[in-house]
């Protein structure tokens, strides 16, 4: 069936330190995958998606690495600042634009300043 | 532009009881979806709607129900409540076919049911 799955449960990093958050995920049959933020208390945020078909999208500090062949996905945030601690969750999209999403269990990422 | 909306913000319930929650979805999205998240765990889909009608469905039994309304706003509706329902209640709004994965999430209802 379908999974997505964390490796790291939680990290801790140092201001300023790079972060890389890992995924898995076994349906090779999703259009898309995202990044989403949580904060406590709040809804889940967008940071980034990619396409099944590209292995590479940056934004603003964040950038997203698909892999398909090993089914994986990961985060990098650059130059953590304390205001990217938070949970992160990743998200696959099947069943077409806009259909549901099926979230992972989440990473807790601790910024110390 | 106006995010999306949740409410009530918490609810306490006991068991048997049936619930409502609503949600206003982003100004000019079409497509709403309804997410369970228990405690420490991801988002669970529980059903999107688009057009008023339901439009795909999780692993959830008939007794989570819903509706759109021509605004595109939408309820959740949980009869016969069970401790296990106890959770926070997202919901996230999108339009349809613009592409990418990304959907606005509310700030969620937290229910406790007792």
């Known amino acids: 069936g379908e999974s997505v799955g964390l490796h790291l449960p939680t990290l801790s990093v140092q201001e300023g330190d790079n972060s890389i958050i890992n995924c898995a995920y076994s349906n090779s049959a999703s259009d898309y995958f995202i990044w989403y933020k949580q904060e406590s208390g709040k809804g889940p945020q967008f940071i980034i998606d990619?396409?099944?078909?590209?292995d590479k999208r940056q934004g603003q500090r964040v950038t997203v690495l698909l892999n398909k062949t090993v089914k994986h996905l990961s985060l990098q945030i650059a130059a953590t600042q304390p205001g990217d601690s938070a949970v992160y969750f990743c998200a696959e999209n099947s069943g077409g634009s806009n259909y549901k999403l099926t979230f992972g269990k989440g990473t807790l990422l601790t910024v110390n300043p | 532009e106006t995010g999306v909306t949740q409410s009530p913000t918490h609810l306490i319930k006991t068991r048997g009881q049936q619930v409502t929650l609503r949600c206003s979805s982003q100004?000019?999205?079409?497509?709403v979806s309804w997410y369970q998240q228990a405690l420490g765990q991801g988002p669970q889909f529980i059903f999107q709607y688009y057009r008023e009608e339901e439009n795909g469905r999780g692993n959830f039994p008939p007794r989570f129900s819903g509706l759109q309304f021509p605004n595109y706003s939408s309820e959740l509706n949980v009869n016969a409540l069970e401790l296990d329902d106890s959770a926070l209640y997202l919901c996230?709004?999108?339009?349809?076919?613009?592409?990418?994965?990304?959907?606005?999430f509310g700030p969620g209802t937290r229910l406790t049911v007792l």
């Open positions: 990619i396409r099944s078909n590209m």
């Open positions: 996230a709004s999108s339009l349809a076919n613009a592409g990418g994965g990304e959907q606005f």
């Open positions: 100004s000019g999205h079409n497509t």
